[in-house]
T-cell receptor, first 115, second 118 residues
Framework: DQQVKQNSPSLSVQEGRISILNCDYT??????FLWYKKYPAEGPTFLIS?????DKNEDGRFTVFLNKSAKHLSLHIVPSQPGDSAVYFC??????????????FGTGTRLTIIP | GAVVSQHPSWVICKSGTSVKIECRSL??????MFWYRQFPKQSLMLMAT?????????EQGVEKDKFLINHASLTLSTLTVTSAHPEDSSFYIC??????????????FGSGTRLTVV
């Protein structure tokens, strides 16, 4: 039962353009969402997060949008740079389980920035 | 920022032997640590959650007798793969959560361990 889904396994974007990565979830108890960037043979690196009380959070080139009614979130990277090429995972957690809180990861999207 | 150190980064072992992987939070205390496993081109699958001083909570389908987790202090958790077999070959990643529950820092990941069982 994949509660967090990233339906695009890969995405190619021209350098300088906007990269949009999408994520859908099914568990309505999720109330905190995170995006991670991962290179091969390395651990994930935290990028940005958003609480369910917000619909947008911005940090530099990264913006995350949350649509609770659609159970959908997206990560926008603009402008895209070659160093952004990596696998991006979205993850979700539920504060109701704080103390036993854990992350549920999506399947990942491989982003390739074309110079 | 919060740093989690994981060692070794890679290990090759013979089938039937045991391997220990260490995960340390370097500049914060981690009441909870998580162990993940990632197969090639797949997502990170949570194996178990360990709380300092208590027994780990394993996810469904994860053999607790095979994957021994010890969280003896607020800065160290270990995962021991016992009697390893080739199917245990994978990429193992730990994650630590800070005491204060600052969520972005609470999910700081180690650099991972590539285990190959021959």
């Amino acid at each position: 039962d994949q509660q967090v889904k990233q339906n695009s396994p890969s995405l190619s974007v021209q350098e300088g353009r906007i990269s949009i990565l999408n994520c859908d979830y099914t568990n309505s108890m999720f109330d905190y969402f995170l995006w991670y960037k991962k290179y091969p043979a390395e651990g994930p690196t935290f990028l940005i997060s958003i609480s369910s009380i917000k619909d947008k959070n911005e940090d530099g080139r990264f913006t995350v949008f949350l649509n609770k009614s659609a159970k959908h979130l997206s990560l926008h990277i603009v402008p895209s740079q070659p160093g952004d090429s990596a696998v991006y995972f979205c993850a979700a957690s539920a504060v109701a389980n704080f103390g036993n809180e854990k992350l549920t990861f999506g399947t990942g999207t491989r982003l390739t920035i074309i110079p | 920022g919060a740093v989690v150190s994981q060692h070794p980064s890679w290990v090759i072992c013979k089938s039937g032997t045991s391997v220990k992987i260490e995960c340390r939070s370097l500049d914060f205390q981690a009441t909870t640590m998580f162990w993940y496993r990632q197969f090639p081109k797949q997502s990170l699958m949570l194996m178990a959650t360990s709380n300092e001083g208590s027994k780990a909570t394993y996810e469904q389908g994860v053999e607790k007798d095979k994957f021994l987790i010890n969280h003896a202090s607020l800065t160290l958790s270990t995962l021991t793969v016992t009697s390893a077999h080739p199917e245990d070959s994978s990429f193992y990643i730990c994650s630590a959560r800070a005491v204060l529950g600052d969520r972005p820092y609470g999910y700081t990941f180690g650099s991972g361990t590539r285990l190959t069982v021959v």
